[in-house]
């Protein structure tokens, strides 16, 4: 959605706009503490303004506004979390452009870092704690990771590659966005990063393809299809929804900046012909 989707909400009879048009954190007049804070889309996004990172404990972190605690904007944060209010958090998908995540909670204040914790479930919310114990730290490492990865890494990437491929299948062309995935390059078991340049637009069928090796995307874009199922009988979709597509190129985003990672398919490639 866009700033404008959200400008004019309905709460109680009350217009309020539900994501500042300047600012990374919204805290209405008409309420005490925060409502949405926002992370802005960034190609790189080591050089966004705000390093928004994830902390040993698996629990991501929100940067203050500043350095100054008790700046307006950085009260309206802890007033949210001391009084456990829902947030929304509004990721940047392209310029303009964000996805809604909510609803996510600040359950930590870390003043000396100048950020707070936060949390994106109840259950990883209530558990909340600064135990020493090894096995309680692991545990809920994995569950926060799980979490981070399923509500907020997975639906961001997807949106990130679809508004990039603009919201149609490398591959094939199609453009029903329920019938699209981003497919991972490198895969989430392997370290594969939830950026752009890791991932390609595919709609389902070539999405497990891809997966499964019946086909890969060389260094150069060029789609090549495995020998045996080249030369396989079985009917109109295996000839043009995969057959067909050996030696053609798949349609990259028109941003240099966003197209797929040579490095990357090289080694998908490479794993391709090995399970040759």
């Not at 949210?80 to 509004?90: G, H, K, R, S």
């Not at 545990?139 to 603009?166: G, I, K, N, T």
């Not at 390609?200 to 150069?220: E, G, L, S």
């Not at 030696?247 to 797929?260: F, H, N, T």
């Amino acid at each position: 959605m866009r700033r404008e989707d959200v400008a004019d909400f309905n709460i109680d009879g009350q217009r309020i706009a539900l994501m500042d048009p300047q600012r990374g954190i919204r805290k209405p007049r008409q309420l005490d503490a925060a409502l949405s804070i926002r992370t802005v889309f960034s190609i790189d996004p080591g050089r966004r303004p705000y390093d928004d990172e994830r902390g040993s404990d698996g629990y991501l972190r929100y940067k203050w506004r500043g350095t100054d605690p008790r700046h307006p904007e950085n009260v309206a944060l802890r007033r949210a979390m001391e009084a456990n209010l829902p947030l929304i958090w509004f990721q940047g998908i392209e310029t303009g452009l964000y996805l809604p995540v909510a609803p996510v909670w600040f359950v930590h204040e870390e003043p000396t870092r100048h950020q707070f914790v936060v949390a994106f479930d109840e259950h990883q919310r209530d558990s909340w704690d600064q135990t020493s114990d090894a096995q309680v730290i692991d545990l809920r490492r994995a569950y926060a990771d799980r979490v981070v990865r399923e509500r907020l890494h997975q639906p961001v990437f997807r949106e990130r590659v679809l508004a990039a491929y603009e919201n149609r299948c490398a591959l094939c062309r199609l453009r029903h966005r329920e019938l699209l995935d981003a497919a991972h390059i490198r895969s989430d078991a392997k370290g594969g990063e939830p950026v752009v340049t890791n991932g390609i637009a595919m709609c389902k069928i070539h999405h497990a393809a891809f997966d499964n090796r019946f086909m890969a995307v060389r260094p150069n874009y060029e789609i090549e299809v495995r020998a045996d199922v080249l030369v396989e009988e079985d009917g109109p979709t295996l000839k043009h929804a995969l057959q067909g597509l050996h030696g053609r190129s798949i349609e990259v985003p028109r941003r240099r900046a966003l197209r797929p990672s040579s490095a990357l398919l090289e080694e998908r490639y490479e794993e391709f012909l090995r399970a040759g």
